[in-house]
């Protein structure tokens, strides 16, 4: 059996189509299976899959275009993020385990400050440094407090030093299978959405395996409640709605619609998810095993 990987990269641009699918385009060597854009969160997030040469390749090509086409001074979005590509994970699907992925990471970090000058984090399975296992610890306080702090010992990139003038760092690491899902709100508050996160994720005594922001999206006069479940087999998504439901209930906000960024494994899909989680974008496409 062949290897295969998936990498779900970030980057920071998430309004013009015509730069969006330029970047994308830069991708020669893996197959491009979703592509998710918003124009809030300023973000587009790519999932593609190969084995693990073409992976790591494909997002050394698209992270290089990236730094050709973006600049990060300008930058505005409501999601959190370290550069103009600002974090690159991957996850081993088959023939090739987590050790082989965080292979595939320290490679690519080192490739990207030897050749393009840009510093690295290495998070996750990656991690170096225990503390930076959690991407919200190396991306505590964003580009801009990082710019004030990259050269303090606690915060020094893994590979480079400081941050490049126009690209910022990334965050690269190995990773199991994650879920990320958006809950909208009816409500331009987006205090209440911040609660709502707060209340839901793991690190404040909520769900398992939740991580969650809350953010506006003044394009669409919405907040939003912002997830990753990283474990879906500990926490289900039918959990994470119900408890993201019951809190809307209680500071009496309505939850228009949900959506899911990027793929799911089959095994967090149940029947009646879209009716259930009032999604807004699923269909078969959105489940990962149909493209292995």
């Known amino acids: 059996m062949s290897e295969l990987f998936e990498c779900v990269l970030n980057f920071s641009e998430g309004q013009d189509e015509t730069l969006i699918e330029e970047i994308v385009d830069a991708i020669k060597t893996a197959a491009v299976i979703d592509l998710h854009s918003d124009p809030d969160h300023n973000r587009s997030v790519v999932t593609f899959i190969g084995s693990g040469k073409e992976t790591e390749q494909g997002a050394f090509n698209l992270t290089e275009r990236a730094m050709q086409l973006l600049d990060l001074r300008g930058h505005e979005g409501v999601h959190p993020y370290l550069g103009v590509v600002d974090v690159i994970p991957f996850v081993p699907l088959r023939g090739g385990g987590m050790r082989e992925a965080v292979g595939l990471a320290r490679n690519l970090g080192e490739k990207l400050w030897e050749k393009l000058h840009l510093p690295v984090y290495f998070y996750g399975e990656a991690a170096i440094r225990p ?26 990139p893994d590979c480079g030093q400081g ?27 987006v205090s209440l959405a911040q609660s709502i996160a707060k209340n839901i994720r793991e690190k404040s005594g909520g769900l398992p395996g939740v991580r969650a922001l809350g953010v506006e999206l003044k394009s669409r006069g919405l907040t939003q409640v912002t997830v990753n479940l990283v474990d879906h087999q500990q926490t289900s998504l039918a959990r994470v709605y119900q408890e993201i439901a019951k809190w809307a209930k209680e500071y009496e906000v309505d939850i228009i619609e949900s959506e899911l960024v990027g793929l799911v494994p089959g095994a967090a899909v149940f029947p009646g998810i879209k009716e259930e989680l009032c999604l807004v974008n699923y269909s078969d496409h959105k489940i990962l095993e149909n493209y292995l």
């Open 163 to 189: 941050l490049h003038p126009t690209a910022g760092a990334t965050a690269v690491g190995a990773r199991k299978f994650l879920v990320a899902f958006n809950v909208n709100l009816k409500s331009t508050d």
């Open 131 to 156: 503390e930076r296992r959690e991407l919200s610890a190396v991306r505590q306080g964003g580009y801009r407090t990082l710019v004030q702090e990259s050269n303090l010992p606690a915060r020094r």
